[in-house]
């Protein structure tokens, strides 16, 4: 707990893949009673990155990052009328992590 950090669920109905595209992602669909959904946890910093991590002293550089991880999601392309529905790659922040350097007097 270097960077304080915030953990969600989430159901994207829209994201941006890893091409920069905008996407309709397949989810909170029902069929025959039963509901479809896609979930993925993130995380978040909740301190600027960049800025120095709270808990390590000061006579170390250190600063807080965003992590990130990739996950897939079904998605829905109404263009393509041959096979709309295809998986593909979204970026996601997935953690927030500490990176300490040298030691300064």
Known sequence: ???????DYVRPLRAINVEGK?????????SYGVKYTQT?????????VGTSCP??????????????????????????YTFPFTIEKFRLPGSCGCVVGAFHL
């Open 1 to 7: 707990y270097l960077c304080p950090s915030s953990t």
């Open 22 to 30: 905008w996407r309709i992602i397949v989810n909170r669909i029902e």
């Open 40 to 48: 993925a946890r993130i995380e978040e910093c909740n301190v600027v």
């Open 55 to 80: 808990l390590v002293p000061s006579c170390y550089e250190s600063k807080c990052i965003q992590k990130n991880v990739f996950h897939r999601f079904l998605v829905y392309n109404p263009y393509d």
